[in-house]
Structure formats: structure tokens, C-alpha cells
């Protein structure tokens, strides 16, 4: 595996912000300390009480607000060079939900809380490195060429020896706007975390990524630049697991909850959402309420 850890330059189309000073409070901040730090406005609680709900659970408790490390990672062109030349990124690989929208009022925020699965290290199968994603993202599907996105990865390795098929398994937290991305090194992510995810793209020339592991209380927000060229967001919002290898290792069920998303203009929820469930109903999708999802790898349905 090849990694850049190169601290004197960011990745390409990635920014990182000043960390918040001990007793910053989200709550009562401003909106230029907000911006500066790298966190998402306060929505308004009368026009938008859902998200400000939301935002108040998120923010209620401290928080350790850590500077991100971000590198590249090999992983990262292996799903790039799975993803190239398909007409559409959901081809057949994804599993989960899809809200789409007119494509003048695209979505520029998408959120959700999960608790990590835990990814199998047993299976006689398993010859190579499988590796799958769960990631929440505005656009790249039916079609649209702009993919934002970040969530957790797991990767499964083979083992030596007699037996390949008791391997080792290691989670990483990513993002990318498609195709620049890049691993959050330093945010610790175990099975069983529980995890929120904010993707924000307030404006189409850039976007913002908001990760918290819950469990262990650290957050980290990372600014993320479109490729060049690109001058819109996505027509859709996505709770997605992808199969970012040549098979999908066992997962255990991926259940999202406080699904939002939306734009300046509307509010998105899972009610009329597009379920997919991968080729061959590899995995199966339930949407089981307006702001829940939940992903079942067939062997656990």
C-alpha cells in the first residue's frame, strides 16, 4: 500500500481550517467564527426545527476538535479505476438509498448518524483485498458527473500461510469529491462507533465534510475543492454502502438514522427515496422510516 504523508502540502482539493479555541461553544458562536472553524452554520430553529434539533445534539455535549491528517492512499485509485468509463457511479455497486431532485434545486447538505458495522475477517473466498464503504454524498447518480462524499471504509486482508482466509480488517474515515479524495488519518474509527457524517456544498466551487466518532468524542472538518470544471452539485443525496473492490466482504447490517438533506429551498427526507440493493441482491435496503435506513448483506437478512 502506498501512502503520502507529505506534511507540507495538502492533498489536491483539500483545506483545512483552525482549530476552535478550549470552551469554543457552536451554540452561541457567530456566523464568521462558524466559517472560520470550519463548522455549519445554526440553522434557524422556527424555519428549520428538525435541523436544529439536529445541530443541538450534535453540539450539546464537548467535543475534541482535532486538525486533520489527510492522505493519499492506493485504496483510493483502486476505487477511482473501478468507477471510470461507467456511465453512471451506481452501476450496479451500490446498496442503500437515493432522494433525487430537480436539477435546478440540488441538495447541498446531506447528513445521517450511524454506528459502524463490523466488517468479517473470515472467508473462504477471500484471495485479495476487499474493501467497502459506507458514506453518505450529493450527486453521482443517474448519470451526474459530480460526487461528493464521505463516510467510513473497511478493508479486508487476506492472511498468510495455511490460511488466507482468517485476514486482518482496518477502518478508515475518507472523503472525496469525485475524483479527488483523501484518508482522515488521524480520526480513529472502530466497529461498533458510533459515527455522524455532515456534507455540506453551499456553493458549487466548494464543499465541506464533517466527521464526529461519538464514541470517543473527536470531530474533524476538512474543506474540500471540486475538480476543475465542475460548476454544479448532483441532483440527488445518498446513503450509500459500495463495493469498492472486486467482491463485498460480510458486513454486519449498516443502519443509518436522522437522515436529512436538503437545499437553501427545500427539505429532503427518505419518504419516496430509491432503494438499491446492488447486483445480484447482494445486499438488501429497508427504508424504515422517513429519516432511517438500514443495509443487510444477504447472508444476515
Known sequence: MSVSKDSSALPKGARIFELPPDGFDPMTASASELRRYGLPRRPDPDSEPQLARLYAR???????????????????????????GKPDFSSGDWGGAVVTT??????????AQFQVPAVLNFDPEVTQPLTTGFWIGIGGYAGSGSLLQAGI??????????FPFFGSVSYWAWTEWWP????????????GDAVSVLVCAPQPDHGFVLMEN?????????????????????????????SLSVDTPLFTPWACINCQAGSHDSSLTLTG???LDMADD???????????????WEKFS
Open 273 to 275: 427515496a430509491t432503494t
Open 180 to 191: 479527488n479524495g483523501f484518508i482522515v488519518d488521524n480520526l480513529v474509527i472502530s466497529p
Open 58 to 84: 450534535a453540539f450539546s455535549s464537548p467535543r475534541t476538535f482535532v486538525k486533520p491528517e489527510l492522505v493519499v492512499d492506493s485504496r483510493l485509485d483502486a476505487i477511482n479505476a473501478k468507477r471510470e
Open 282 to 296: 447482494e445486499v438488501r435496503t429497508t427504508v424504515t422510516s422517513p429519516s432511517s435506513v438500514t443495509v443487510t
Open 153 to 162: 471504509a473497511a478493508t479486508v486482508t487476506p492472511g498468510t500461510g495455511f
Open 214 to 242: 461519538l464514541t470517543t468524542g473527536q470531530i474533524v472538518s476538512v474543506g474540500v475543492d471540486p475538480p476543475a470544471g465542475l460548476t454544479a452539485n448532483g441532483p440527488s443525496a445518498e446513503w450509500i454502502i459500495e
Open 102 to 111: 430537480a436539477a435546478d434545486d440540488p441538495p447541498n447538505f446531506v447528513f
